[in-house]
């Protein structure tokens, strides 16, 4: 009897274990769904915040050449006033607004990031002082960016230091070679704008 009773044990003991093993399973199956369920919104969220991101900037590039565009140069002081005091206001409100989206990087990516943008911060300092020479280099950052031929000649140096960066701060940097030389852009027209209202001083204000 107690031999009946072993063999009984030993016969239960398998099915005991390979349900066991099949709850476990399951368990860990609709976590790891949830799991995935989870990434696919954290992925969504970044994306989010990344393109809120970018919208602050872009508010903020078009508040700042409204500031400093030739149409607000040509009204009169006292609508002026008003439209600064307008435009400063929207800038604070859109200051307030604080966006940051992390990005996960090893030390190689690092020292990457650090090299890029310590050549771009290098440019940006001597822009005032050679506006012609500072586009031409930042075309070639720019151009060492974007996958498609470029118009300009590529800085192979820079191009090395970017494609060692993490994808989303390669994104970034581009962004902000765009920014830059648009503002360069910007710049140079209203330098000309002003050089040409210089030398044609009677016709030079509408305003009374």
Do not use: W
């Amino acid at each position: 009897m107690a031999q009946a009773k072993i063999q009984a044990k030993m016969s239960d003991a398998p099915c005991a274990k390979f349900s066991r093993t099949l709850s476990m399973a399951d368990r860990s199956g609709r976590l790891l769904e949830s799991l995935d369920q989870l990434e696919v919104r954290v992925e969504a969220l970044r994306e989010a915040a990344s393109a809120m991101e970018q919208e602050r900037e872009c508010i903020l590039e078009m508040i700042q050449y409204i500031q400093s565009g030739q149409e607000m140069r040509n009204i009169c002081a006292g609508e002026k006033e008003e439209l600064e005091l307008t435009a400063n206001r929207l800038m604070g409100r859109t200051l307030s607004v604080k966006i940051s989206v992390g990005t996960i990087r090893n030390s190689q990516q690092e020292e990457a990031l650090h090299k890029a943008t310590s050549i771009i911060d290098e440019i940006v300092k001597k822009l005032l002082d050679d506006l012609d020479s500072g586009r031409q280099q930042l075309q070639a950052l720019h151009a060492a960016c974007v996958s498609e031929a470029p118009q300009v000649p590529i800085d192979q140096k820079f191009q090395a230091v970017v494609i060692s960066c993490a994808l989303e701060d390669q994104k970034k940097i581009k962004r902000r070679l765009e920014t830059l030389l648009r503002n360069v852009e910007n710049a140079d027209k209203n330098i000309k704008i002003m050089d040409h209202q210089k030398l044609e001083v009677p016709k030079a204000n509408g305003c009374p």
